[in-house]
């Protein structure tokens, strides 16, 4: 990671920003994340994504095997902006390539379903290492693709007639109790540096109006920085 | 209450939906309860709803200022059935009005808000007593009139740019963490006899078809009974 680059374009942003980029960034995540199969309502993915946001989970996996999804603004309020998105519709179980893509990167497969009960909400590991959480469609629930490759069941105790939450709700209330506990933990839960520094490069590209011209310049005067020094 | 009722419509639904009903019951409680200010999203309001019967607070409390409330069937999935619904909608400060039911029914009024902050939601205290968290719209918040009259404050505390949770997201996050709080604790949150009995007759006649032609049957032959035995 050029750090060089992060504090030439962070001259483009107040330093109020700046501070509450560098205040926000402490307090991401990657320790759990979630991923969404096809939800068809699009102001569900918009308000995990939100969600996601106002807990701190910085990643937010979308995968489309029917549905695409477009952000409800009304509902995200721009979550995707500060959010690291990773969508999955390829022709193909694009299920099956989110959960490649997640075991790659060490996360267990936890899907999130009324019907199976292995753990219970409060006792979910999470010394066991990062988890990301699959959820499913309103109506079909999660795929058999999920189903199928998901190391452990999670549900959320039900007192009730209906027999399962909205799933924003759902999403909302296993994140809220997970990083909560995560926080207080011995865990180490926060971003590496290098990961920290990828976050706050896209938070500044996504802020500063012509970030990539700005940044064109940049490395245009560093080459030449370069070459005199070679010169010399 | 008259108690034989319960007992004489309990012969017309099956045995397995009159368990379910008394283990349901049990779980119920008015310990704490919702009240929505004017939900412009009739998803939002009808999550909450859902919300609600999920996790066993049987009382919703919907202001109707300036908006009316539709339940939206696939997102409720029928929970209104099985609440008990409080709407507000006079000409005049539906919020007031709703207040001080709630006040004479021994409620604190806590205004659930991201702009103030006096309490952070582990560290509400349940023990002081019934409450009522109270929602307000999507964009403006609650009400004056709501924040006017409400006796605490309450926040989710908050990691990201976004400045406030979704309605739904927020009442689900509140609901779901006070009530297991509550049911592992020593506070008397169940329903009284007299309440469970009340809302199992709701269940009953939400369930069997021509409940009130039944009922009429009951009571006329109640007082056929109640005259032969002065015959007699």
């Known amino acids: 990671m050029d ?3 992060i504090d030439y374009l962070s001259q483009f942003v107040s330093t109020r920003r700046r501070d509450l980029f560098n205040r926000i960034v402490q307090m991401r995540t990657r320790y759990l994340t979630v991923a ?5 309502q699009p102001h569900n993915a918009s308000a995990v994504m939100r969600t ?9 996996h979308i995968i489309e095997n029917y549905n695409r999804f477009e952000a409800n603004p009304e509902v995200a309020l721009g979550a995707s902006n500060w ?6 519709n390829s022709p193909g179980d694009n299920t099956l390539e989110a959960v490649k893509e997640l075991k790659r990167n060490n996360y267990r497969i936890v899907a999130t379903t009324p019907h199976h009960s292995e753990v219970m909400l409060d006792d979910f590991d999470l010394e066991k290492g990062k988890a990301a959480f699959f959820f499913g469609t309103e109506k079909e629930g999660l795929s058999d693709s999920a189903m199928k490759h998901a190391d452990e069941f999670l549900r959320i105790p039900m007192r009730g007639f209906t027999e399962s939450f909205n799933i924003s709700v759902s999403a909302a209330i296993i994140l809220y109790r997970l990083t909560e506990i995560l926080r207080s933990s011995e865990i180490e839960w926060q ?3 290098e990961e ?15 970030s990539d011209l700005l940044e064109k310049k940049f ?5 030449g920085d370069t070459n005199k020094e070679k010169d010399f």
Chains 1, 2 share one sequence.
């Open 36 to 40: 969404i199969e096809d939800v068809y």
């Open 83 to 88: 959010l690291t998105i990773h969508k999955y």
């Open 3 to 5: 750090n060089s680059l």
């Open 191 to 193: 971003l590496t540096q």
């Open 219 to 223: 490395y245009e005067k560093k080459q």
């Open 52 to 60: 996601c946001d106002c807990l701190g989970v910085q990643d937010a």
């Open 196 to 210: 920290r520094e990828g976050v706050l490069l896209q938070w500044l590209r996504n802020t500063i109006k012509s």
